[in-house]
Nanobody, 122 residues
């Protein structure tokens, strides 16, 4: 049974950095498209970054966030810098069974973690 477990969330001041990790079990991260999504209270879940052989970022995080895979540790990572209060949200790791990513639609992602909270104060 595939399991995704996020870690690394927390509280930080604006301008600070955080690194999120998603540990996968019964799943090989190197083989498939994976992504980070986030959802703030009262808002829809939105894609933040996705990775296959290429990386794609939402405009709102481009230049500040970096998505990567650590194949040796079988983890998906998200390095977040220059954080803003509007980055505050629950962050979710998502995974597919496809080698390529086909957009941001949540229905395209087969597996989801439970989320890790990121709070950025001004």
């Amino acid at each position: 049974q595939v399991r995704l477990v996020e870690s690394g969330g927390g509280s930080v001041q604006a301008g600070g950095s955080l690194r999120l990790s998603c540990a996968a079990s019964e799943y090989t991260v190197s083989n498939y498209c994976m992504a980070w999504f986030r959802q703030a209270p009262g808002k829809e879940r939105e894609g933040v970054a996705r990775i296959s052989s290429v990386t794609i970022y939402a405009d709102s995080v481009k230049g500040r966030f970096t998505i990567s895979k650590d194949n040796a540790k079988n983890t998906l990572n998200l390095q977040m810098g220059s954080l803003k209060p509007e980055d505050s949200a629950m962050y979710y790791c998502a995974a597919t069974r496809e080698p390529w990513c086909y957009g941001w639609g949540p229905h395209r992602y087969n597996y989801w973690g439970q989320g890790t909270q990121v709070t950025v104060s001004s």
